[in-house]
């Protein structure tokens, strides 16, 4: 979950995108949701979780 809570300040915040990045490049598909995402449209992003993995296995 990506959020702001986490991100207490801007080197946090640089931190979490370089490790990102950081999987992104080998090929790690990286999905970022926000609490408000989880609150409000929770079947949706089942739908986003369960399409990457689908991609992953084909």
Sequence with gaps: MDGWARH???RRF???RRKGNALVGPGWTL???T???LAAA???VL???RAAVA???A
Excluded: Q, Y
């Design 8 to 10: 207490v300040d801007a």
């Design 14 to 16: 640089g931190t979490d």
């Design 31 to 33: 999905l970022r949701f």
């Design 35 to 37: 609490w408000h995402d």
């Design 42 to 44: 929770p079947e949706r």
């Design 47 to 49: 739908s986003e979780i």
């Design 55 to 57: 991609r992953a296995a």
